[in-house]
């Protein structure tokens, strides 16, 4: 209906105006095939289904030549733009006839005018003309970015819809391709994350929440890769794309644009990266990864006589294990029992789960009944 309105506010006052919606039809001069009378004006108003365009072609044509067509002439129009105007007999530098020239309205409605002035002394038959709806091909015509399909485009007559790779689910605008991403998490003490396809553009109308969720007595810390492109704004911060991060009351970002930011060493176990994506873009995304440390440190242990800890290390956090083991011809014992090897492992409040056993030779195991309580276990402070 706005269409048709928009149509009719554009005809000359005193013209004719004729409405056309067959998907297809004929368009004559007034008394075609006789002479046209003078001082005419009518204006055919074609308009057909989204999804179609409208070709207009003539059979015969014969006006009245004039210079820059300004006494008769047929005019064709769609959307305030013209499109064409015809005149004459014959081409010439100042006059273009039709001939065999096919017009196109560039969406499914345009109007076709005719004017003839106060004279045809020449008896000029007037013009006979056809229109016919054709459907459109969408999927290999649509230039506007924000008509075009995500991924995969299928036309129909009269129409195109939109689908999807695998993975991915059709937005609520069918045309947009998103995923969905708000289940993942992370429990590993280092790992490895990013945005969806990375690579390559990540996809558009997205929210993805991340979850790297440890033990307490972990922090955690994050590091952005070089490579990294989140579509941005010169003049606002991040009002299209970004990413934030959370950690536990802390946020940080949000971020976007071309460069990382610096190593982000939270004070929780805990961290959710949320990340943003508009119905535009093709930006490439980002990926991180994250490491683990413990909260607290436990005291380097002192290694048994005749013994080895492995691995050895300057410090020592929580969760960080120690193989305790003896020499050849000496076994570990511990609490009486005698045995290969012995583990430990670093608490979250910095001290050690066990103290270290003694290593014994072998042969004196009977002999150890006699030595001092105060050497039969080594503890640790």
């Known amino acids: 209906m706005k269409r048709i ?4 506010s554009m005809v000359p006052a005193g013209a004719q105006v004729i409405c056309l919606s067959d998907m297809y039809g004929t368009i004559n001069s007034p008394n075609f095939p ?3 009378p003078k001082e005419s004006e009518v204006r055919w108003n074609i308009s ?5 365009q409208i070709r207009l072609y003539f059979l015969h044509f014969d006006l009245e030549p004039s210079y820059l067509c300004e006494y008769d002439y047929v005019k064709v129009e769609a959307n305030g733009e013209e499109l064409a105007v015809f005149c004459g007999r014959e081409d010439s530098d100042t006059e273009q006839v039709p001939g065999e020239q096919v017009i196109s309205s560039p969406r499914s409605s345009f109007s076709v005018s005719f004017r003839s002035d106060f004279s045809n002394e ?3 038959l007037g013009f006979e003309s056809h229109y ?3 459907d459109v091909d969408e999927c290999r015509d649509r230039n506007d970015e924000d008509l075009a399909c995500d991924h995969f485009c299928h036309n129909y007559i009269g129409g195109y819809y939109c689908s999807c790779r695998y993975g991915y689910l059709l937005h609520s605008d069918n045309r947009t391709c998103r995923v969905e991403c708000s289940d993942n998490v992370y429990m590993e003490r280092s790992g490895v994350l990013s945005s969806s396809d990375f690579p390559n553009p990540y996809p558009k109308s997205s929210d993805c929440l991340y979850h790297i969720e440890l033990e307490d007595g972990f922090l955690l810390s994050l590091e952005f890769d070089d490579t990294f492109d989140i579509e941005d704004h010169p003049d606002v911060t991040c009002p299209y794309d970004y990413v934030k991060i959370q950690a536990g009351e802390k946020e940080y970002g949000p971020f976007c644009g071309d460069r990382p930011p610096g190593k ?4 929780s176990n805990k961290v959710q990266v949320f990340f943003h994506s508009d ?7 980002w990926r991180l990864s994250y490491t683990s440390s413990g909260r607290s440190h436990c005291p380097v242990p002192v290694k048994p006589l005749y013994g080895q800890l492995d691995p050895v290390q300057i410090q020592y956090s929580f969760k960080d294990h120690i193989l305790v083991s003896c020499d050849p011809g000496y076994r570990l014992i511990r609490d009486g029992e005698e045995l290969e090897h012995f583990q430990i492992e670093c608490q979250k409040d910095g001290s050690w789960n066990s103290f270290v056993p003694l290593c014994e030779k072998i042969e004196s195991r009977r002999s150890r009944r006699s030595l001092p309580s105060i050497l039969r276990n080594q503890i640790l402070y």
């Not at 309105?5 to 009719?8: G, N, R, T, V």
């Not at 982000?264 to 004070?267: G, M, N, S, V």
Request: net charge negative; proline share 7%.
């Open 5 to 8: 309105q928009y149509l009719l």
């Open 34 to 36: 006789e002479p046209y």
């Open 48 to 52: 057909v289904p989204d999804g179609f």
């Open 122 to 124: 020449e008896r000029f």
């Open 132 to 134: 016919s709806a054709v």
């Open 264 to 267: 982000i060493q939270t004070e």
């Open 279 to 285: 119905n535009s873009g093709e930006n490439i995304g």
